[in-house]
Every structure is written in C-alpha cells, then in structure tokens.
C-alpha cells in the first residue's frame, strides 16, 4: 500500500504543479507573469525559469522521471512563492494570499523526496 500512497502523492503534486505552469500560460499569460514578478522585485527572467519549472516538473512527476530530484528541483520555486505570502498571514484566502499552502506545498516536497516515485513509474530506473 505504502508504493500506491506514495504514487497518489506524485500524481497529486504533479497534476497540482502543471496546472500552476499553465493558470500562469493561459490565464495570467506569460507577459502578465513576467510583469507580476517584476511588480514584486524578481526580476523578469525568473518568471520563464518558473514556468518552465513547474511545466516540465509537473509532467516529470506525473511521469515518475526522477522524482527525487525534480522534487528537491522544485523546493526553491516554493520557497519563492513562500517569501511572497510570507507577509500576508497564515490563511491562503488573506488578501494577497497567506503563506501555509506554500509552505505546505514545500514540505510535501520535500517527503515526496525520501519517498522517492512509488508505483506506475515511467522506468524504475529514473525514479
């Protein structure tokens, strides 16, 4: 059972990463993504690494493609979206956003990683 639960958890953080890449291609668009960064100090460029970030880590861990690494890989794109709402109080539906699903999201990362890829991965090999 611990392979299945540890596969429910890729699948989720992966299905949950790649909808973020794409919230930010179709609805935000990548310039208005771009811009936001910028709005916030980042700079521009940062808005690409993101979402290419969470494009092909989202696609990685859905595929099971070493799942350890692009779950560390993924730590400091959290740690970024945590040092926006880390101001803004706990509860995410706070004005701005608060800052416990970011923080969250990290630790869920972060196990994801001892656990390596669990069950119906793309190859043993890479998980």
Known sequence: MQAYATTLLRLSLGVMTLSHA????????????????????FPGF??????????????????????RWVSLALVPVLLGALSVHAGNGWVFSNNGGGWEFPAFWTLVLLV????????????????
């Open 22 to 41: 794409l919230l930010k291609i179709f609805v935000f668009t990548v310039p208005g993504t771009v811009g936001y960064f910028e709005s916030l100090g």
């Open 46 to 67: 940062l808005a690409y690494l993101t979402i290419a970030a969470e494009l092909g880590g989202g696609l990685a861990l859905i595929l099971g493609v070493y799942t």
């Open 112 to 127: 994801q990683a001892g656990l390596g890829g669990g069950a119906a991965v793309l190859s043993k090999r890479f998980a």
